[in-house]
């Protein structure tokens, strides 16, 4: 058993997570991209020199993958002796690199001391165009990972300290906003370049070899917290089985089993079962896969346990290869995250079964509802907005869910309606919560959201990519599932269209508009336990209907009338 000093791993964790929120609140307050300045659509991560990672910016679970898919992949592919004094690797490739999907780019950059890498740090964007088929590059549609932008493997940008201008116009002219791409991925390179400058200052300040001993205390420390929460869980086999609405393109739905194994402080996740890869691109790769599980089980067994190294080492992971969960090259798998969040809804499910009631969670919206919109700005330069809106969170036995809230495997903020309305040609005619979308239960879930955007110009293109309308969130010891998904298209003369969950490349006329209402969370326990008081308050605040409470709540509402 290592000594660890407790104190330093304190210290030193805090220090390690300020500058990766330094590097993160750099990206934020420098980039030209709503999707990354306003949404905050990514994730900064500190790795030692062999790539084990050290800690993250608790922002994007999901960007975690892509990050460090690419440092992993990068050390073994190439290894650490390749890599020269100011080189900054760029990669976002699934297949080559360890990615996440093709929007999320990651810049990494090695951090010498005295002529030695001696750490990694890398960022991640989300950027919400990289070509391909459709206006911002994802679409349950598209059937090969090819027809979703550009792939870039690992490469360098920056050369002993030059940045490559070639190879970013390259990569900048293969999207449709050039000028954001190049501004962005230049601000994602400064913001490493401050990030490795606080990692030196804080080598050298402390010593090299204190930190790098407390950074692995803290890893042993993770490694020892996880292993002991696992062993306060009874061993045995806890099976769950979740389903997408379908394939990404039209077609049967696709179903994820999974079997966790605990055993004396260890866990396996085996996913034999599972459907086959899927048509669309909803595929899932071994690195978000990764994210997705661990993101699951850290909510699950404990969310105060730091997201590092440490914490991976008791989980094992078995996912059939050519599944929707391990796919086969070359699968597309833009709209992973939609798997990702089923992932999330099976482990949610499977570990409610090993719990205790107190700590279980009913499953929540699970999915992340997307709106692309592409155009021209008032300028005459194009524009791709993109929005995952948030749902229902599942409901505790004590609690309620909470209403319109980013779950599972993302976290992204949305886009203020003054922003959106201010930088393109698009209005905001409703941002609310859906009424009768709260899983009705003991405790109910969370409320969904309406996001209604209009267009106020001819020729806007319009995707929409969601889930939840078929496969709700099914709720727990008694509860009722969450509300379901629904698309409505209005048109300017005032017709209006219910349209299937995904559309692609729509070009609305000025005054249409796509009303979305997103999944809700799922309800805990009896309903016919709900206290009266509580149903009359969700009805008095326009959660609950009359008529929703009528049917799911009629004891609780003969006692108020009583």
Do not use: W
């Amino acid at each position: 058993m290592t000594q660890i000093n407790a104190i330093d791993v304190e210290v030193f964790n805090n220090r390690l997570l300020s500058i990766t929120d330094e590097v993160m609140n750099t990206l934020i307050r420098s980039s030209f991209s709503t999707n990354i300045k306003e949404r905050k659509d990514a994730s900064v991560a500190i790795f030692d020199k062999t790539g084990k990672l050290i800690c993250q910016a608790l922002y994007i679970p999901m960007l975690l993958s892509g990050v460090m898919g690419g440092v992993e992949t990068l050390l073994k592919g190439r290894g650490i002796e390749s890599i020269r004094e100011g080189d900054v690797i760029i990669c976002n490739d699934v297949y080559l690199a360890g990615g996440s999907h093709n929007n999320d780019i990651s810049i990494i950059t090695p951090v010498f001391i005295e002529g030695k890498i001696e750490y990694f740090i890398g960022n991640i964007g989300h950027h919400s165009d990289v070509g391909g088929v459709i206006p911002g590059s994802t679409d349950h549609i598209l059937t090969s990972v090819f027809a979703e932008g550009i792939r870039i493997p690992h490469m360098r940008i920056v050369r002993e300290g030059v940045l490559d201008e070639d190879l970013l116009y390259l990569i900048a002219h293969n999207t449709r906003d050039p000028m954001e791409r190049i501004l962005d991925l230049k601000v994602q390179i400064a913001a490493n370049s401050q990030g490795a400058q606080s990692l030196r200052k804080l080598s050298q300040e402390h010593g090299l070899a204190r930190v790098q001993k407390s950074m692995a205390d803290l890893l042993t420390y993770t490694e020892r917290r996880m292993r002991q929460r696992l062993k306060e869980l009874p061993d045995g086999e806890y099976r769950s089985e979740v389903y997408t609405d379908d394939e990404g393109v039209p077609g049967p739905r696709k179903k994820i089993c999974l079997t966790v194994f605990i055993n004396n402080g260890n866990v396996t996740l085996d996913f034999a079962g599972t459907d086959r890869q899927a048509k669309g691109s909803i595929n899932l790769g071994p690195y978000p896969l990764l994210a997705a599980v661990f993101c699951g089980i850290n909510m699950m067994v404990d969310p105060t346990i730091p997201a590092n190294f440490g914490m991976f080492q008791p989980v094992r992971i078995k996912a059939p290869s050519g599944t929707i969960v391990n796919p086969e090259f070359p699968a597309a798998i833009g709209n992973r995250e939609y798997t990702a969040q089923r992932v999330v809804r099976a482990i949610t499910l499977a570990f409610a079964q090993a719990l205790p009631q107190d700590r279980a969670v009913a499953p929540s919206a699970d999915i992340n509802t997307g709106m692309a919109f592409y155009g021209k700005r008032r300028s005459g330069e194009p524009f791709v907005y993109v929005e995952a809106v948030a749902g229902g969170v599942g409901a505790t036995l004590y609690k309620d869910g909470m209403h319109g809230t980013q779950v599972g495997i993302t976290n992204t903020s949305n886009t203020p309606a003054e922003a959106l309305e201010i930088e393109f040609p698009l209005i905001v005619r409703e941002y609310g919560l859906a009424i009768d979308t709260a899983g009705p239960g003991r405790t109910q879930g969370g409320a969904a959201i309406i996001r209604d955007i209009g267009s106020l110009v001819d020729g806007v293109s319009v995707s929409t990519k969601a889930d939840g309308k078929k496969s709700p969130a099914p709720g727990i010891f008694g509860g009722g599932e969450g509300g379901r998904a629904s698309l409505e298209y209005h048109r300017a003369d005032g017709e209006v269209e219910e349209i299937e969950m995904y559309v692609v490349d729509r070009i609305m006329a000025k005054g249409d508009a796509v009303r979305l209402i997103t999944p809700g969370g799922a309800g805990f326990g009896d309903p016919a336990e709900r206290a009266p008081a509580d149903v009359a308050r969700s009805v008095r605040d326009a959660f609950t209907s009359d008529d929703f409470a009528t049917k799911h709540y009629p004891c609780a509402l003969s006692k108020v009338v009583s």
